[in-house]
């Protein structure tokens, strides 16, 4: 059954980034429960009042995210499978409703929101320290903002089976660098989000020592071994630096490294929202 008497409004955002514009969404939205749907986001018929049951169901649930697959334009490349999450593709559940414990973020694609927590958010008078999507530019790492963001509130991050959606990847992002970029992209925005992930684990404020343990994590993802082969042997560096583990490894390290004053400026954001709304 189709519904005509749906009112859609169209609202102007002048500062730049995907970030700001859907702050901007929210912010008009006139319903409690909000779903960033983008211009390639197929959402399944019954997408809409699964996500509304859903989040009726357990108000501690701030974000809730779906499962999400490929439409491809044209064929699926031989090496996407190793890029796919960074293009919001994957399956983030088998269960109806599954809250989130060890996986801490959602795709930003079908991505359901509560509201309130943004109002909550907003009242503190913080901005956003990640623009996300710029024009042309591959800056990342929106999504797991508003994450953090939701958990530092109190919330929760839940994902369900039910929440079904495509996501259509045009020809011209099906490209190896264009992949690349992507996660040299995620590498990059890792101090906002581990300055985030600091406080929440620990509810204190960050020192050197925290900033150091941020480096030496992503340090240790990479294989010493296969570091040291791609060294002596083209075949091994070009397989090693392709695998996209390493590419957001090796950016979030030179991200870390020279990004400092970011990974400080998230921890006392991070800091000050716990404070100004503490956890009951």
């Not at 958990?151 to 990847?169: D, E, P, Q, T």
């Not at 990004?259 to 400080?264: D, E, I, M």
């Amino acid at each position: 059954k189709k519904h005509t008497n749906l009112s859609l409004k169209l609202v102007k955002e002048p500062t730049a980034g995907l970030s700001h514009a859907r702050e901007r969404g929210v912010h008009v939205a006139g319903f409690e429960i909000v779903i960033f749907c983008d211009d390639d986001n197929w959402l399944a018929e019954d997408y809409v009042l699964n996500a509304y049951n859903l989040m009726k169901t357990d108000a501690s649930i701030g974000i809730l995210g779906g499962n999400v697959k490929a439409e491809f334009d044209g064929d699926e490349p031989i090496w996407f499978g190793e890029y796919a999450g960074g293009y919001a593709i994957g399956e983030q559940t088998k269960l109806n409703l599954s809250l989130l414990e060890d996986r801490k973020w959602v795709f930003g694609a079908g991505m359901v929101l509560r509201k309130i927590f943004l109002e909550k958010y907003k009242n503190t008078g913080l901005k956003s320290l990640l623009s996300d999507r710029v024009g042309k530019a591959l800056s990342s790492g929106g999504d797991s903002e508003l994450c953090s963001i939701a958990r530092l509130l109190g919330y929760r991050v839940a994902a369900s089976s039910s929440l079904n959606l495509k996501h259509f990847i045009p020809a011209n992002r099906l490209k190896i660098e264009y992949a690349r970029n992507l996660y040299k992209g995620f590498g990059a925005s890792m101090p906002v989000i581990h300055g985030y992930e600091h406080v929440i684990n620990t509810k204190s404020k960050a020192n050197n020592s925290d900033w150091l343990a941020r480096i030496w994590y992503f340090a240790r993802l990479i294989s010493p071994k296969q570091l040291v082969l791609s060294v002596f042997y083209p075949k091994t560096k070009e397989m090693f630096f392709n695998k996209a583990y390493v590419i957001l490894s090796l950016a979030a390290i030179k991200s870390l490294v020279y990004g400092r004053a970011l990974f400080f400026a998230a921890a006392e954001q991070a800091f000050a929202i716990q404070r100004a709304n503490p956890i009951k």
